[in-house]
């Protein structure tokens, strides 16, 4: 008789872990990642600022790593989302080329392992929860790049 085999859970990327903590359903997410879709993650616990995609590559070059969090893109659609704290859309009111889209809405996120329908993460959830710092990113839709004000630097 053949002895009994354990069946191992599939190791899962930090990043991904977190982002599916995010989802309504995360063994749901996985599902969904494992055949290449896109997971609806709802934002509830940050906000998804959107952008043209060349703006966007403009203004994550603006960034410095340290201040800068996941950056999903979608040439297809010529758009670009960075996930900001729940408390930014005030501070994003006044740029004018970025919509700061409502909590609750549904994000479709590939894995941050690979791409799906045509989505990316160019900067991916590490598994940290860190976000992209709104001060740092209005400054770099800001005309002529970064204005950031000294009181940023803490």
Not at 93 to 103: E, G, I, M, N, Y
Not at 114 to 125: K, T
Request: hydrophobic share 45%; aromatic share 8%.
């Amino acid at each position: 008789m053949a002895a009994p085999t354990r069946t191992t859970a599939p190791r899962r990327e930090a990043g991904d872990t977190w982002l599916a903590s995010c989802a309504r359903r995360p063994e749901l997410a996985f599902e969904v990642w494992e055949m290449d879709g896109l997971a609806p993650i709802h934002c509830t616990q940050w906000l998804a600022a959107e952008a043209q995609l060349g703006l966007a590559l403009q203004a994550a070059r603006r960034i410095p790593s340290r201040h800068r969090g996941p950056l999903l893109v979608s040439p297809d659609l010529d758009a670009a989302w960075w996930l900001v704290p729940l408390d930014a859309a005030e501070e994003l009111a006044d740029v004018r080329r970025l919509t700061v889209q409502p909590h609750g809405w549904p994000l479709h996120c590939p894995s941050t392992q690979r791409p799906a329908g045509g989505r990316f993460w160019l900067h991916a959830p590490d598994g940290t929860a860190r976000l992209t710092d709104p001060v740092h990113l209005a400054a770099a839709f800001g005309p002529g790049g970064p204005r950031i004000l000294a009181e940023a630097f803490g």
